[in-house]
């Protein structure tokens, strides 16, 4: 079964840190490039970082500096450290492939940013 599954969300308060997990099946994880994105309320889904296999690392402008994005194709996983955060952060996060695949996409994980 093709599958893919967030984890680490919660509820933080601004400046505090999080890490996000995603472990995906071994047919998704055969991409080149690994993504997280995020959609916060009212607004349209993102790209936040994404990782190649080779290591090579993308991040949206808004989280440079603050968020390291991490691929470990041995174990099937891609992680995102985010540190500094900020409640503008506040969304749910997805992992997926880039380009994304509308039948890759899970529950996503809930991160709460509180001022």
């Known amino acids: 079964q093709v599958q893919l599954v967030e984890s680490g969300g919660g509820l933080v308060q601004a400046g505090g840190s999080l890490r996000l997990s995603c472990v995906a099946s071994?047919?998704?994880?055969?991409?080149?490039?690994m993504g997280w994105y995020r959609q916060a309320p009212g607004k349209q889904r993102e790209l936040v970082a994404s990782?190649?296999?080779?290591?090579?690392?993308t991040y949206a402008d808004s989280v440079k500096g603050r968020f390291t994005i991490s691929r470990n194709n041995a174990k099937n996983t891609v992680d995102l450290q985010m540190n500094a955060l900020k409640p503008e952060d506040t969304a749910v996060y997805y992992c997926?492939?880039?380009?994304?695949?509308?039948?890759?996409w899970g529950q996503g994980t809930q991160v709460t940013v509180s001022s």
């Open positions: 990782a190649t296999m080779g290591g090579v690392s």
């Open positions: 997926n492939t880039r380009p994304t695949r509308d039948a890759y």
């Open positions: 071994t047919i998704i994880f055969r991409v080149n490039t």
